[in-house]
């Protein structure tokens, strides 16, 4: 499975953003694709999954009734989109794909697949 995320830029605090994940190759065995992000100095962090089968959808409180994680099942994409962004939103964002299922979905290490990352860059 190849993950190549796009839609990332420098914006201003407030505004939206929408990311934007095509997954090609061997996708009828993702199980789960989510999103994750990565500040300097700091550990990568979930930020939002999706199930692909159910639609189910989970979110880290931080980003949770400003982000939506969805799909477009046609394209195998999935979307994350981001209204009311801080500056403390700024990291590179990853998509990330799990072949698996039952999973604990906020865990790094439950992902088999990762993209290159796209740059999100929030200024105040």
């Known amino acids: 499975v190849h993950l190549a995320e796009s839609g990332g830029g420098l914006v201003q605090a407030g505004v939206s953003l929408r990311l934007s994940c095509a997954a090609s190759g061997l996708t009828f065995s993702m199980r789960a694709m989510a999103w994750f992000r990565q500040a300097p100095g700091k550990e990568r962090e979930f930020v939002a999954a999706l199930t692909w089968t159910s639609g189910n959808t989970y979110y880290a409180n931080s980003v949770k009734g400003r982000f939506t994680i969805s799909r477009d099942n046609a394209k195998n994409t999935v979307y994350l989109q981001m209204n009311s962004l801080k500056p403390e939103d700024t990291a590179v964002y990853y998509c990330?794909?799990?072949?698996?299922?039952?999973?604990?979905?906020?865990?790094?290490?439950?992902?088999?697949?990762w993209g290159q990352g796209t740059q999100v860059t929030v200024s105040s």
């Open positions: 990330t794909a799990a072949v698996f299922s039952g999973v604990l979905l906020s865990m790094v290490g439950s992902y088999d697949y």
